[in-house]
């Protein structure tokens, strides 16, 4: 007997496209996908007739612990649930791992309620030094630089050892690593106080002014060095949230001559948020929010298969951290709850964008990337991570709904559909009937996804 059983839907299976059927669930794996027609008999059935089902999310790029500490593991998870995320990759930075990590990874497991994996930050040559240990005791494949934290910048907080050695030593160490991949952020900010100074001296302070301190050509360069970098260590690479069409033509055109492995994740934002949203500071993020040029780049790259993988670059913070001004405003903003919403009304109702496509890179690719084989679709065997999907009804953004330590989005009242309905975590509601189920509450179960190393 199984446990439960989708019944009906319209399953979006990002490797073959979408198909009515069923899926039943034993054990918190899939168990059976059944043709229409064929009747599964479970303890409990889920009339999806009429809705979408997709393979949890797994968002790639996540802040917990930015808002509220280890807390983040409860609230951000919960939001997460509400927006169909099943699974999410969060970034842990700390003075030494070896100590770091078994705490926040046991802090983790204790409250949140979807499954959650580590991406280390390597600041330190400490980092690197311990990045085989550190790898192999907690599961870790995945690592990022922070070219933006070089320099002066770096020192202001706190980092004084980022610099192109550092990002190039990393590169030897991760290759080492089996299913080893580096994540850089790429901005150039030594050239960026060339045009801060004298944005700020004219009085700027509107969101534009974000973009024109950081424009597009300085991501592209350090895309371009780093996959350069990439190429003669022989290292898998990663362009994190890539903002611009500078950037992505500058990654068409060394895929062309290189080799190594470049691979290209962008955010929900960077798809549906230019430089002149009225949410003004509220948007304040790095890289900075471009033009609708650029969107329609990334857009396209997205359907093309250039962009791999979408996440939120989720950040938990409240909103008195952005307060009035543009420069000293913090940056980043949470957006793990609308992730799937936005792909789903602006890149499939707003431009056809296969539903397959959104599966992809939200989850398959994801599971692909970081090493994850029992997640990222729907077929007997893996994990029950799923997600049934109202299409139709439209529904504005209201942070108060969305469970966020955070207070705000600046997404706020923007009309969306394509909103979860169920959420389940290896065959276990987190969310029914749009709402948080008592075991989210009361007992969180997720679980900690180490990568064999
Ligand atoms: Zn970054």
Redesign the pocket.
């Known amino acids: 007997m199984l446990d439960l059983v989708l019944a009906d839907g319209e399953l979006v299976v990002p490797e073959t496209g979408v198909a009515r059927g069923s899926v039943g669930i034993k054990d918190g794996r899939i168990a059976v996908v059944a043709a229409p027609g064929e009747t599964l008999t479970a303890r409990e059935t889920i009339d999806c007739s009429g809705r979408w089902v997709f393979p949890g999310l797994i968002d790639p790029?996540t802040h917990v612990g930015f808002g509220d500490k280890e807390r983040d593991f409860g609230t951000e998870a919960r939001s997460a649930a509400l927006g169909g995320v099943t699974a999410l990759f969060t970034f842990h930075r700390s003075a030494d791992l070896r100590e770091s990590s078994g705490p926040w990874i046991a802090e983790g497991e204790r409250r949140s309620c979807i499954d959650f994996g580590l991406h280390f930050g390597l600041t330190s040559a400490l980092h690197i030094d311990t990045l085989q240990e550190t790898a192999k005791r907690f599961g870790v494949s995945s690592f990022?630089v922070?070219l933006?934290y070089k320099g002066a910048a770096g020192a202001a907080k706190g980092f004084t050892e980022i610099d192109d050695g550092l990002l190039f030593r990393t590169m030897l160490e991760a290759r080492r690593v089996p299913g080893g991949v580096v994540g850089v952020?790429c901005e150039n900010v030594e050239v960026i106080p060339v045009f801060r100074g004298p944005l700020k001296a004219a009085g700027r302070n509107d969101l534009a002014a974000w973009d024109e301190q950081s424009p597009d050509f300085l991501e592209a360069e350090n895309v371009s060095r780093v996959i350069y970098f990439a190429a003669k260590a022989e290292c898998p690479v990663n362009i994190?949230?890539l903002s611009s069409r500078e950037g992505l033509e500058i990654v068409r055109r060394h895929r062309a001559v290189h080799r190594n492995p470049v691979h290209v994740e962008t955010c929900a934002h960077y798809l549906t948020m230019t430089r002149d949203d009225p949410a003004g500071i509220l948007a304040k993020v790095?890289?900075p929010l471009r033009r609708q040029t650029d969107c329609d780049a990334l857009w396209e790259g997205v359907a093309d298969g250039s962009i791999e993988t979408v996440g939120s670059?989720h950040v938990p913070r409240k909103v008195a951290t952005k307060g009035t001004d543009l420069w000293s405003a913090s940056a980043g903003f949470p957006g793990l709850a609308t992730l799937l919403p936005l792909m789903i009304e602006d890149g499939h109702y707003g431009r056809g964008l296969p539903l397959t496509r959104i599966a992809a890179v939200t989850s398959l690719n994801v599971a692909r990337l970081y090493g994850l084989p029992s997640k990222g679709s729907i077929a007997a065997g893996k994990d029950a991570d799923l997600v049934v999907v109202d299409p139709h009804t439209k529904r504005a953004v209201d942070h108060a709904t969305l469970a966020s330590f955070s207070d705000y989005t600046p997404m706020q009242g923007r009309m969306l559909r394509g909103w979860p309905v169920h959420t389940l975590v290896r065959g276990r509601p987190v969310v029914a009937d749009g709402r948080l189920t008592e075991a989210a509450l009361t007992a969180p179960a997720g679980r900690y996804l180490r990568r064999a190393v």
């Open positions: 790029h990022k922070y933006m952020h994190v949230h790095n890289p670059d």
